[in-house]
């Protein structure tokens, strides 16, 4: 896998961050963010068969399997599965240990999915293609791929600055700093106290535009069938910071 900022993503989501990871209640865990998620994502399963790519902890396919959706996950990570496999065992949500890109879960599905921006941990165009021809392989026709993923905030950076400040709350300050020319971005989390120490997590990811992503689901195959700036269906607009992405293998005539 490549790196960016010396950073590969297998060496970032170890033991540490598996247990880190989860903040019931708060965060990308609070109900009034997994809530919207769980339910868009049960409607489009309908009465199939999920796969989420980067399963992680299960922040959702623990929800979405207790909704009575069949899930399956893959993941690159033993430690995240192992904090998985404290909420729901093997026979509940099996887990294929691999890279989303490339690894192949058994049988087939009407729904994949990859939420929270984790496209853009595969560090390099050629490998988020290759992510969207591993999601086609596992659809059945008329399947659904659906990416939830952030606009990249360029326009937040002034002329010779490479950082952006794109969070900042009480204890914490989120930073990113891009390379505009590879489009690879690391996000930079600061978390503090009223000591004078502060504790630095990073993560890279390559930023992907609306466009690009739709051009990358072209020769997989896929249509796009909507696009909305949440979960929750509104409408995705010129100052939307996100989106939720669904794409469609078309059912043969």
């Known amino acids: 896998m490549a790196k960016v900022g010396g950073m590969r993503q297998e060496d970032i989501w170890d033991l540490d961050a598996a247990q880190r990871y989860d903040t019931p209640g708060t965060g990308m865990f609070a109900p009034e963010v997994l ?3 769980v339910d868009r994502l049960a409607e489009l399963a309908g009465d199939g068969r999920a796969l989420e790519f980067a399963v992680g902890t299960g922040r959702v396919a623990v929800p979405l399997a207790e909704r009575g959706v069949a899930v399956t996950g893959i993941e690159l990570s ?10 729901a065992d093997e026979a509940t949500i ?13 049988g087939k599905y009407t729904l994949v999915y990859l939420v929270y921006n984790t496209i853009s941990n595969l560090l390099t165009q050629a490998e ?3 992510c969207f021809r591993n999601a086609a392989r596992h659809l059945t026709p008329g399947g659904r791929f659906v990416i939830e993923l952030w606009v990249p905030e360029l326009r937040k950076l002034p002329p010779g600055q490479q950082a952006t400040v794109w969070h900042s709350e009480p204890g914490y300050i989120g930073l990113d700093t ?3 020319l590879r489009q690879h971005v690391v996000s930079h989390h600061f978390m503090f106290d009223e000591s004078r120490q502060a504790r630095l997590t990073r993560s890279p990811h390559r930023y992907i535009w609306p466009a690009e992503l739709d051009l990358m689901a072209q020769p997989a195959g896929f249509e796009l069938e909507t696009r909305h700036a949440d979960w929750a269906g509104a409408e995705f607009t010129a100052e939307s910071r996100s989106h939720v992405s669904v794409y469609r293998i078309p ?3």
Request: net charge neutral; hydrophobic share 45%.
């Open 251 to 253: 059912r043969a005539h």
């Open 128 to 130: 988020q293609v290759a």
């Open 35 to 37: 809530g919207p998620t």
């Open 178 to 180: 891009y390379d505009v």
């Open 78 to 87: 033993p430690p995240m599965i192992d904090q998985l496999r404290t909420k």
């Open 94 to 106: 099996p887990v294929i240990v691999g890279d989303m890109a490339t690894a192949v879960a058994p």
